[in-house]
């Protein structure tokens, strides 16, 4: 059974920057792509950045392409979300989880019941 668990939220400022991070079990963490996702109150559960297993290829929704950047490291079963430049419509509990594609297919919400808690970035100006 998939197992996630994020972190690396908090209460920033516009322009400041974070680092969520990931850390996947139950699952052989280098054979899976993976996927952050994030979920603003009241809006619906949207991509934002995907990685491919190998950690070579990346996508990024339009919205933050420039400002995010998804990397992993497989020795430790993590993924992690370099998020610059923040900016309040950021605003949003983010979640990551194993995804079955990679490139803009990897960015559509996964039906799967792998989904974490998630960890609160909030933005303020």
């Known amino acids: 059974q998939v197992q996630v668990r994020e972190s690396g939220g908090g209460v920033v400022q516009a322009g400041e920057s974070l680092t969520l991070s990931c850390t996947v079990s139950?699952?052989?963490?280098?054979?899976?792509?993976m996927g952050w996702f994030r979920q603003s109150q009241g809006k619906e559960r949207e991509g934002v950045a995907c990685i491919d297993w190998d950690g070579r290829i990346d996508t990024y929704a339009p919205s933050v392409e420039g400002r995010f950047t998804i990397s992993r490291d497989n020795a430790k079963n993590t993924v992690y979300l370099q998020m610059n430049d923040l900016k309040p419509e950021d605003t949003a509990m983010y979640y990551c989880?194993?995804?079955?594609?990679?490139?803009?297919?990897?960015?559509?919400?996964?039906?799967?019941?792998?989904w974490g808690q998630g960890t609160q970035v909030t933005v303020s100006l």
């Open positions: 989880v194993p995804v079955a594609f990679i490139g803009v297919r990897g960015l559509s919400v996964p039906d799967t019941d792998a």
């Open positions: 139950g699952v052989i963490f280098g054979d899976v792509n």
